[in-house]
Structures are given as structure tokens and as C-alpha cells.
């Protein structure tokens, strides 16, 4: 299953349930980006669409193993300029990653900063050449 199917997978907000096919697994746990993702995917319907994410906090308490999991959110404060949200994966009934979210709209300020320019880098050095092996 590729990448794009399990995140479809994941956007699906009425259905707290998700599957993690067999190949995503390194040993005993599913890739750490892969369930972040997943995470995001479920708790992004909860939020204005004109609140794009500030800060973003996963925690991994438990390994996930691949196979099903189900992704619990919850909206903690949907304020005037800010929307606080956490999700919760579980396997077997035990919390296994959390996520928590914050997003905010952007704000009107008087404060101006220009960024700086970026550093002049050498480029780098050219590498030698490996002879192609047989397929």
C-alpha cells in the first residue's frame, strides 16, 4: 500500500480506525513519520481551514505495531486566534503516540523584520565516479 492510500486512509475523520499494512513496520514498530502523518491527517477536519499549523508536538509513548489502531481527537480550545488540538493512537487499549497541535491564523503587527541573506557557501567538492554493478 503505498504512502498516499494510507494517508486517504487516515483523512477519513468519520471513522476512528486505521490499518498499518505489514510493510511499514521496522522490526517491532511502524515508522515514526508514517504515524505522525496518520495523526495529522485525523485531527486537520477539526480546524479552520484558514489555520495553518504553528506548532506541532508528537510523543511516541509505545511502539505501534503494524496493523489496526485507533486515533482518538480531541479539540482542547478553539480560541478567537488559536486552535488547540490532540490525537491518540491506541493499540490493545494503551495510548501509543500523542499528538499535540496548535494552529493560528496569521495577525496584523506593526513589527517588521527582513530576513537575513543567506550564508555564501563553497560548493561542494566533486565526488569520484563508481563503476555500475550487474543487476
Given at each position: 500500500m503505498t504512502l498516499h492510500n494510507i494517508l486517504l486512509g487516515a483523512a477519513d475523520a468519520?471513522?476512528?480506525h486505521l490499518e498499518i499494512p505489514q510493510?511499514?513496520?521496522?522490526g517491532r514498530a511502524t515508522f515514526g513519520g508514517l504515524l505522525a502523518a496518520c495523526l495529522?491527517?485525523?485531527l486537520k477536519p477539526q480546524v479552520a481551514a484558514d489555520r495553518p499549523v504553528r506548532s506541532l508536538?508528537?510523543?511516541f509513548v509505545a511502539p505501534v505495531a503494524p496493523g489496526p489502531m485507533?486515533?482518538?481527537v480531541k479539540v482542547l480550545r478553539a480560541?478567537?486566534?488559536?486552535?488547540q488540538v490532540q490525537a491518540t493512537a491506541y493499540q490493545n487499549d494503551q495510548a501509543c503516540v500523542v499528538m499535540l497541535a496548535s494552529f493560528g491564523g496569521?495577525?496584523?503587527?506593526?513589527v517588521r523584520l527582513d530576513a537575513a541573506p543567506a550564508p555564501t557557501i563553497k560548493a561542494p567538492r566533486p565526488r569520484p565516479s563508481f563503476p555500475s554493478s550487474p543487476a
Open positions: 468519520a471513522s476512528p510493510q511499514w513496520g521496522q495529522f491527517e485525523k508536538l508528537v510523543s485507533e486515533v482518538r480560541g478567537k486566534a488559536a486552535t496569521d495577525r496584523a503587527s506593526a
